[in-house]
C-alpha cells in the first residue's frame, strides 16, 4: 500500500507564500516523476510543476518565476514552495507520483488534495 499525504494549504493573503509537502510512504522501492496539479472550481485539473527523479523541472506558464517544486529522495518527499500568490492560484492543489512499488510495478499515486485560497 502506498499513500501521499499533502499539508501546508492555508488561507493567505495576495502577494504571501505558502509551503505544500506530499509525502510517500507505503511499500516503496522508489519514485519517478512527481508532479503538483490543481483545480479551481469550474475548471479542469491542470499541471503546476513537474520534477523528474534526477531533479529536472518545467511549470506551467501562470506559475513561473513564483512556483518552485523540490524534492527529497531521502524522506520521499515533494515540495511546492509558493510566492507572489495570487487570487487566481486559489485551488485545491494535487500532488501526484509514479511509485515503483516493493516487489511490484510502477503505479501513479494520488495526494488527498488541499486547499489553497488568496485572497484580495
Known amino acids: 500500500q502506498v499513500q501521499l499525504v499533502e499539508s501546508g494549504g492555508g488561507l493567505v493573503q495576495a502577494g504571501g507564500s505558502l509551503r505544500l509537502s506530499c509525502a510517500a510512504s507505503?511499500?516503496?522501492?522508489?519514485?519517478?516523476?512527481m508532479d503538483w496539479y490543481r483545480q479551481a472550481p469550474g475548471k479542469q485539473r491542470e499541471l503546476v510543476a513537474r520534477?523528474?527523479?534526477?531533479?529536472?523541472?518545467i511549470y506551467a506558464e501562470p506559475v513561473k518565476g513564483r512556483f518552485t517544486i523540490s524534492r527529497d529522495n531521502a524522506k520521499n518527499t515533494v515540495y511546492l514552495q509558493m510566492s507572489s500568490l495570487k487570487p487566481e492560484d486559489t485551488a485545491v492543489y494535487y500532488c501526484?507520483?509514479?511509485?515503483?512499488?516493493?516487489?511490484?510495478?510502477?503505479?501513479?499515486?494520488w495526494g488527498q488534495g488541499t486547499q489553497v485560497t488568496v485572497s484580495s
Open positions: 501526484n507520483a509514479n511509485v515503483l512499488q516493493y516487489r511490484s510495478v510502477w503505479s501513479d499515486y
Open positions: 507505503g511499500s516503496i522501492s522508489s519514485i519517478g516523476t
Open positions: 520534477i523528474t527523479s534526477g531533479g529536472g523541472t
